[in-house]
């Protein structure tokens, strides 16, 4: 269940709880907190809900993992997007080290935020198929793709206008 609002800048946001206790479940998120955002999240705590981060390597609770990965005032859409990576990323880790009391404790924390009509034996097969796909590598990558892109203007807005072909192509490369 989600709760809406709107946040200090006038965006409509969701009330991320699930996120912060996933994260806190599997005793935190290991991430490399630059000086900028560290400052950009500890010196407007209203905008970030009262979270105070230090830059350096860190284990993030959910609540400082949430205001982390909201950071979008320090540089670009792109870099934001790249940090809410950073966070899955690690999530993933956790999940692929396969401690079954974390796993136990994440799935049983996260349960009741989610609305289904799956049964538990349903639940509980689809979650054993997907840790054969955790066990991997992890490749990310972001979409449009470098130089697929450029600044654009449409009705006075600044927007990205992207190469579809190219991003097509690339994609497509990147999955094969």
Avoid at 98 to 117: C, D, H, Q, V, W
Avoid at 148 to 158: I, P, R
Wanted: charged share 30%; glycine share 6%; proline share 2%.
């Amino acid at each position: 269940e989600y709760n809406f609002g709107v946040d200090i800048d006038g965006y409509v946001v969701a009330d991320f709880e699930m996120f912060k206790v996933l994260v806190d479940s599997i005793g935190g998120v290991e991430v490399e907190v630059t000086e900028a955002e560290a400052k950009e999240v500890t010196n407007h705590k209203k905008r970030y809900g009262n979270v105070t981060l230090e830059a350096g390597k860190h284990k993030l609770t959910g609540e400082q993992a949430l205001a982390y990965c909201r950071i979008r005032k320090i540089d670009t859409d792109f870099m934001r997007t790249k940090r809410q990576r950073t966070v899955i990323k690690s999530i993933l880790s956790e999940v692929k080290k396969g401690n079954p009391f974390k796993l136990i404790n994440m799935a049983m924390r996260s349960a009741p935020y989610i609305e289904t009509n799956l049964t538990k034996g349903q639940l509980m097969r689809m979650a054993m198929a997907g840790m054969t796909c955790v066990k991997g590598e992890m490749v990310q990558q972001r979409v449009p793709f470098e130089h697929t892109w450029d600044y654009a203007n449409k009705n006075g807005a600044s927007v990205i206008a992207i190469n579809v072909e190219k991003n097509k192509e690339q994609l497509i490369d990147t999955i094969y």
